[in-house]
């Protein structure tokens, strides 16, 4: 863990401010908020490498490849493209999103276990569980909000307030802000994305 230095909370600002202009551009449909998302989670990326926390970095690295989908697949087919619904069919996604959870915990526990250090055996820690959980659903709501799935928002409420929380007990403060900035978007892009369905 690296210690305390006036540019990891700079950098974790910059990642925060963009983050929020990604999602306020995308709850509006603009094609270029994937842009500011590609950016935030650059920043984030290097933020979590400087913490040490490689679950959150590789779910950064994951958001930027997907913020470059995003931004190819809403730029070139964004008219085409309306908002629609799953339904009930959202429960599937989530039901393989929770196996898909453990899978990757398990990946990253044989890692910790296997190449780190043979001799030991680590239990599993329920913020490991959390990570890999966060992790898989995050890229989840990431991957539906590609597609313009109306339910991808509401996967964002659950994933924003569990940020919130778990962002505020690790005292990464403007992170926290950002996730709970984050779940007030969340609900104005659903009401938008909801008109825009029933329009």
């Given at each position: 863990m690296v210690g305390f230095d006036f540019l990891t909370p700079i950098i974790e600002f910059i990642a925060a401010l963009l983050g929020f202009i990604y999602v306020l551009f995308i709850a509006k449909e603009k094609s270029s908020g994937w842009i500011f998302g590609i950016f935030s989670a650059t920043f984030y990326a290097f933020f979590f490498?400087?913490?040490?926390?490689?679950?959150?970095?590789?779910?950064?690295?994951?958001?930027?490849?997907?913020?470059?989908?995003?931004?190819?697949?809403?730029?070139?087919?964004?008219?085409?493209?309306?908002?629609?619904?799953?339904?009930?069919?959202?429960?599937k996604w989530v039901f393989l999103s929770i196996i898909a959870g453990f899978v990757f915990l398990e990946f990253v526990m044989y890692l910790k276990i296997k190449v780190l250090d043979p001799t030991i055996w680590i239990p599993y820690a329920k913020v490991e569980i959390l990570d890999a959980q966060f992790f898989v659903f995050s890229l989840l709501a990431t991957w539906l909000t590609t597609r313009k799935v109306l339910e991808n928002w509401y996967i964002w409420i659950a994933i924003n307030i569990t940020g919130t929380i778990w962002f505020a007990l690790e005292h990464w403060w403007y992170s926290s802000f950002l996730y709970f900035g984050y779940l007030i978007l969340a609900f104005n892009g659903l009401r938008k994305w909801k008109k825009a369905l029933s329009a």
């Open positions: 490498y400087r913490n040490g926390t490689w679950g959150l970095f590789s779910q950064q690295i994951s958001y930027i490849i997907l913020g470059f989908y995003g931004l190819i697949t809403w730029s070139k087919t964004q008219k085409e493209m309306p908002v629609h619904a799953l339904g009930k069919a959202i429960w």
